[in-house]
Nanobody, 116 residues
């Protein structure tokens, strides 16, 4: 049974930091490109960051470049998103995604709220 379980969301003040984690199981994690997406109220889901299977290539949305860092630990089947200098516009539900060819898995999401 495939599972992607996100954790680490919560309420943080502007300028603060959070680290999201996504624990994967039920598939060969090391073969998959992993990504973090987010969906704010009333908006479409958007890619935040992605990382290739061996971690050699990362990709970021322009809005988070220089503030967010994606990483993965294939030994722990976990992908992370370190979020620094958070802004109110980063408020959204953050989803973990695993992709290999046409195979696509999603987590249920974790809410990040940036507010004073």
């Amino acid at each position: 049974q495939v599972q992607l379980v996100e954790s680490g969301g919560g309420l943080v003040q502007p300028g603060g930091s959070l680290r999201l984690s996504c624990a994967a199981s039920g598939f060969t994690f090391s073969r998959y490109t992993m990504g973090w997406y987010r969906q704010a109220p009333g908006k479409e889901r958007e890619l935040v960051a992605s990382i290739t299977s061996a971690g050699g290539i990362t990709n970021y949305a322009d809005s988070v470049k220089g503030r967010f860092t994606i990483s993965r630990d294939n030994a722990k089947n976990t992908v992370y998103l370190q979020m620094n200098s958070l802004k109110p516009e980063d408020t959204a539900v953050y989803y973990c995604n695993a992709r290999f060819g046409w195979v696509d898995y999603w987590g249920k999401g974790t809410l990040v709220t940036v507010s004073s």
